[in-house]
C-alpha cells in the first residue's frame, strides 16, 4: 500500500515540477517581449548585448524544459 501512495505522490511532485517549468518558460517569453518593447523606447548603447541575453534565457529555459521532460 505505501508503495502504491509514494509512487503517486512522486507522480504528483513531477508533474508539479514539469508544470513550473513551463510557466517559467512562459516567463521568459514575457521577458521577450518586455525588451524589445524597451530597446525600441530607450537609447541606451548596449540593446544588442540584452537582446542576446534575453534569447540566451528563453534557450536554456526550453533546454531546462525538455531535460526535465527527459529525465522526469
Request: hydrophobic content about 70%; aromatic content about 12%; proline content about 0%.
Given at each position: 500500500?505505501?508503495?502504491?501512495?509514494?509512487?503517486?505522490?512522486?507522480?504528483v511532485?513531477?508533474?508539479?515540477?514539469?508544470?513550473?517549468?513551463?510557466?517559467?518558460?512562459?516567463?521568459?517569453?514575457?521577458?521577450?517581449?518586455?525588451?524589445?518593447?524597451?530597446t525600441?523606447?530607450?537609447e541606451?548603447?548596449?540593446?544588442?548585448?540584452?537582446?542576446?541575453?534575453?534569447?540566451?534565457?528563453?534557450?536554456?529555459?526550453?533546454?531546462?524544459?525538455?531535460?526535465?521532460?527527459?529525465?522526469?
Amino acid at each position: 500500500m505505501n508503495l502504491v501512495i509514494g509512487a503517486s505522490v512522486w507522480m504528483v511532485v513531477k508533474w508539479f515540477i514539469i508544470l513550473a517549468l513551463v510557466l517559467y518558460l512562459i516567463f521568459a517569453f514575457v521577458i521577450i517581449r518586455q525588451v524589445q518593447l524597451m530597446t525600441k523606447t530607450l537609447e541606451v548603447g548596449f540593446e544588442g548585448q540584452i537582446r542576446i541575453i534575453s534569447y540566451l534565457h528563453l534557450i536554456a529555459a526550453i533546454a531546462v524544459l525538455m531535460m526535465a521532460l527527459i529525465v522526469l
